[in-house]
């Protein structure tokens, strides 16, 4: 990533500093009309910054766009694509399933590949999509594996390599508005599944936890990027926190912020189609900075930056209940 772009390092703001120049993608930066920009898996592939953009059609259905940049710092000016990366699918046996539209990308790299989680929205509700490719130029080349959950299950993250052989995921069902944990050996079958991170009374996230960004393997375990949500007297409020999870049983927590790392503050994080929010599908890591691509206010995509080990140990020196 190029220096370029100057944080907000102001204190008594958040743990996660913004990019000066937030937002990095806004409606106008897009080749063609919609109704609004929700948030972006990321991942680094082949020298490239690679965004999967949620974009809510003007129609009313949702689509994955890619979003390519040099230097995971600009996005505008013509590299967002034209037409969509991914969308509901029109073959007989998956339309039911994927009517309404795909959204919430998040891309994990593994193996050579990149899989990507994904939320199907169909005739019969919410589900787990998974997908896989090796090649972002061309979305023929994009697989569809399956669905990983049955209805009403959304937010699913994969983690970077296999669990006692098994691949394994966080996701979110509804209702109930905490995370889990579901393994599989064949990508086909998902099951072995626990409750992970729940909703905690009185913090800031006590009304729904899900997973943001895929976990992040370090040297305490895997670092979990997660929103938390809680009612307010104005309505929801999304905010992002961390909790670090055990290396061989990622069911464990072994730590949780007991404060959100980014809230909603600017104007951009707080007036769009969805106030009040600051919700990530993707993050990446290189050498100490942590770097969360936060979609906000479901009309713009921003970054923010913060020592890797900044998050972990604000994790680990927290006290509370998991």
């Known amino acids: 990533m190029s220096t370029s772009g100057v944080m907000d390092a102001r204190p008594g703001r958040d743990v996660i500093h913004r990019f000066a120049t ?7 930066d897009l080749p063609f009309r919609c109704s609004d920009i929700w948030n972006a898996g990321v991942v680094l592939w082949d020298g490239k910054y690679v965004l999967l953009m949620t974009i809510e059609t003007l129609i009313g259905g949702h689509a994955i766009y890619k979003a390519v940049s040099d230097d995971g710092e600009h996005f505008g000016n013509g590299q967002v694509d034209a037409e969509p990366f991914m969308t509901g699918a029109t073959d007989p046996a998956r339309r039911p399933y994927e009517s ?3 959204r919430d990308a998040r891309i994990t790299p593994m193996d ?3 899989y990507i989680t994904y939320v199907a929205e169909g005739d019969h509700g919410l589900r787990v999509g998974l997908a896989r490719t090796k090649d972002f130029s061309d979305p023929s080349a994009l697989e569809h594996l399956g669905y990983a959950s049955q209805v009403d299950v959304r937010n699913a993250a994969m983690f970077s390599r296999k669990i006692s052989d098994r691949y394994a995921m966080l996701k ?10 579901s393994y599989s050996r064949d990508l086909t079958y998902w099951g072995d599944e626990s409750v992970v991170l729940t909703p905690r009374g009185g913090y800031w996230d006590a009304t729904r936890t899900g997973p943001a960004a895929p976990p992040i393997e370090v040297e305490q375990g895997w670092l979990l990027i997660y929103y938390g949500e809680k009612h307010t007297s104005a309505g929801p409020l999304v ?3 961390a909790a670090v999870l055990d290396r061989d049983d990622p069911s464990r927590v ?5 404060i959100p790392i980014l809230s909603p503050r600017e104007r951009y994080e707080r007036i769009g189609d969805v106030p009040n929010v600051v919700y990530s599908c993707g993050a990446l890591v290189e050498g100490d900075l942590l770097k969360i691509y936060y979609g906000a206010s479901d009309s713009c995509i921003c970054l923010g930056t913060a020592p890797l080990s900044e998050i972990v140990n604000h994790c680990m020196h927290s006290q509370s209940e998991f």
């Open 239 to 241: 905010r992002l926190g």
């Open 254 to 258: 072994l730590a949780r912020s007991n």
């Open 22 to 28: 937030n937002p990095l993608v806004g409606l106008r």
């Open 112 to 114: 050579g590949e990149c």
């Open 172 to 181: 979110r069902p509804d209702p109930g508005g905490s995370i889990w944990l």
């Open 100 to 102: 309404v539209g795909v």
